[in-house]
């Protein structure tokens, strides 16, 4: 069974040395791409739905799908080569196109889709002459995921303005009329004064005469 699975290893380094070139496999060389609406805050095993174009390797009519730790690939290095084995097969139209789902990874071992940039590759045959294309994913990191967001505090409604009590006016007195008042004050004065002499005038004439007679 080891001796197997050194066997596959093995043949899986040959292949992803030829998929990969002495100096890389050029995206989209031959004008293959791939796309997806979602790529951006995955979770793992999430399942995205890829499409490919151009795919049109004379004589395949599939494709593989793996995950890579760069792109364009430079080298083995950028899989996990424990995962070639299990790198599904996808079939391929004649006219290039493809559209299939895909379960995306976040921990492959030996490269980690939170710490770099990690590319679904799909790829036909091997070596310089292959053809590929490479999809950028990132993905949402679980541990914010779990943690509850803080609330801000609920805002405290300011107290309902208090209005100011209206001044009332102090009605002003009533000035007292002058000039008329006070004159007739002294002129009532005078006439007593002037009524008291004619009448003590008077008595004193009365009171003279019976004298007199």
């Not at 174009?53 to 083995?76: D, L, R, S």
């Not at 299939?100 to 710490?115: P, R």
């Not at 009524?195 to 007199?212: F, P, Q, W």
Request: charged fraction near 15%; include cysteine.
């Amino acid at each position: 069974m080891l001796r197997g699975t050194r066997v596959v290893l093995a043949a899986a380094v040959m292949a992803i040395g030829l998929l990969a070139g002495a100096s890389g496999v050029s995206a989209d060389h031959a004008g293959e791409t791939a796309t997806s609406e979602t790529t951006e805050g995955l979770t793992d095993g999430q399942t995205i739905t890829i499409s490919v174009a151009n795919m049109k390797m004379p004589g395949m009519n599939t494709a593989q799908i793996m995950m890579a730790n760069t792109w364009p690939v430079v080298g083995p290095e950028a899989f996990n080569l424990a995962e070639f084995g299990d790198a599904p097969t996808v079939n391929i139209n004649p006219d290039g196109t493809g559209t299939f789902d895909y379960a995306v990874t976040l921990d492959h071992g030996t490269f980690n889709c939170l710490e770099i940039q990690c590319h679904v590759v799909i790829f036909q045959g091997m070596g310089f002459d292959s053809y590929t294309a490479g999809l950028p994913i990132t993905f949402a990191d679980p541990a914010a995921a779990t943690t509850p967001p803080t609330e801000a505090p609920a805002a405290t409604e300011a107290p309902a303005a208090t209005e100011a009590p209206v001044a009332v006016d102090a009605a002003a007195p009533e000035e007292e009329e002058s000039g008329d008042d006070s004159g007739g004050g002294s002129a009532g004065i005078i006439i007593a004064i002037v009524a008291a002499v004619v009448v003590i005038g008077g008595g004193g004439a009365v009171l003279a005469k019976r004298r007199k007679g």
